[in-house]
């Protein structure tokens, strides 16, 4: 049975950091893409970042650039997400997802398959 659990979630005031880690079993997940999305009360779940399996590539929403950072361990099954100089519009339970596809142009990320696996998600609310 494949697994993905978060951890690192908090409460945090704005301008301060958390880190987010995600920890993959069931299976090996060096092939797939790997990545962050979130999801804020009344709203859609969003693509916040991804590393791809192969280039090691990483890629983010403009919301996110420049403030987070994603990184990966193919071989512990890890994915994490460093945040930094957090707002409170980054509040939202974040989930780690694996297994989907990223739709890339000159100016834009955008996913063209949904992930297979996504975790339970973490909670993250930015005080202001």
């Known amino acids: 049975q494949v697994q993905l659990v978060e951890s690192g979630g908090g409460l945090v005031q704005a301008g301060g950091s958390l880190r987010l880690s995600c920890a993959a079993s069931?299976?090996?997940?060096?092939?797939?893409?790997m990545g962050w999305f979130r999801q804020a009360p009344g709203k859609e779940r969003e693509f916040v970042a991804a590393m791809g399996w192969s280039s090691g590539r990483s890629y983010y929403a403009d919301s996110v650039k420049g403030r987070f950072t994603i990184s990966r361990d193919n071989a512990k099954n890890t994915v994490s997400l460093q945040m930094n100089s957090l707002k409170p519009e980054d509040t939202a339970v974040y989930y780690c997802a694996a297994d989907f596809r990223l739709l890339l142009t000159t100016t834009t990320v955008s996913i063209s398959k949904p992930p297979s696996y996504w975790g339970q998600g973490t909670q993250v609310t930015v005080s202001s």
């Open positions: 069931g299976r090996t997940f060096s092939s797939y893409n």
